[in-house]
């Protein structure tokens, strides 16, 4: 059986994983049928409800959410899985279990992110990554993508599958 693919967008929250991320899924859909998005905050409450916002709680759910995303490439599906996994253990788990792992980093300003601040936590600074708790920010991802509002999420997408393309073409 053919392995899947895990398209991991990462960043910081109100980094644009979710909208980035979810116009991938919906874009790769619509030429794939065996593709899932599993998106970090909706993850949460089915396989973290159980634990906290430390950092070594915040690290548990990332592996929880990692595994699922192996098993199921494993069965041929492909993965978009957006997510902060603010610790660089997790990602390099990723590589080493995950043979068809495709990390794509969300990167933002520091000011993009206190303007948007999207749900408030910039502002609470309580639990939030890259503010009181610490993001190790990927130093190896495959695709950078600086996303301070110069593009729009559907040309971000678009330039980011040319440039799976190219890849996989080489």
Same mark, same amino acid.
Request: with cysteine; charged share 25%; hydrophobic share 30%.
């Given at each position: ?9 990462t ?5 644009g994983?979710?909208t980035?991320?979810g116009l991938?899924y919906?874009?790769?859909? /619509?030429?794939k ?6 998106d970090?905050?909706?993850?949460r409450?089915?396989?973290c409800?159980?634990i906290?916002y430390?950092n070594?709680?915040? $690290?548990?759910?990332?592996? *929880? ?5 192996q098993?199921? /490439?494993?069965?041929?599906?492909d ?5 902060i996994s603010?610790?660089?253990? /997790?990602r ?6 995950i043979p068809n792992?495709?990390e794509?980093?969300?990167r933002v300003?520091r000011e993009? %992110?206190l303007? *948007?601040?999207?749900?408030? %936590?910039?502002t609470?600074g309580?639990? =939030?990554v890259? =503010?009181?708790l610490?993001?190790?920010?990927p130093?190896?991802p495959d695709i950078?993508i600086?996303?301070?509002? $110069?593009q729009?999420p ?5 330039q %980011?599958?040319?440039t799976?393309?190219?890849e996989?073409?080489?």
């Amino acid at each position: 059986m053919k392995q899947g693919t895990v398209y991991f967008f990462t960043g910081l929250a109100g980094a644009g994983k979710t909208t980035i991320g979810g116009l991938f899924y919906r874009r790769l859909k /619509a030429v794939k049928n065996d593709v899932v998005l599993l998106d970090g905050d909706q993850i949460r409450p089915v396989f973290c409800e159980d634990i906290g916002y430390s950092n070594e709680d915040r $690290t548990r759910g990332a592996f *929880r959410l990692f595994r699922v995303c192996q098993m199921l /490439a494993e069965q041929g599906i492909d993965v978009v899985c957006c997510s902060i996994s603010m610790n660089s253990e /997790a990602r390099e788990w990723n590589r080493d279990n995950i043979p068809n792992y495709r990390e794509i980093y969300i990167r933002v300003s520091r000011e993009t %992110l206190l303007q *948007r601040n999207q749900k408030g %936590l910039y502002t609470t600074g309580k639990n =939030v990554v890259g =503010v009181d708790l610490p993001f190790d920010e990927p130093q190896h991802p495959d695709i950078t993508i600086q996303n301070d509002g $110069t593009q729009t999420p559907e040309h971000i997408v678009e330039q %980011l599958e040319h440039t799976l393309q190219e890849e996989k073409n080489r």
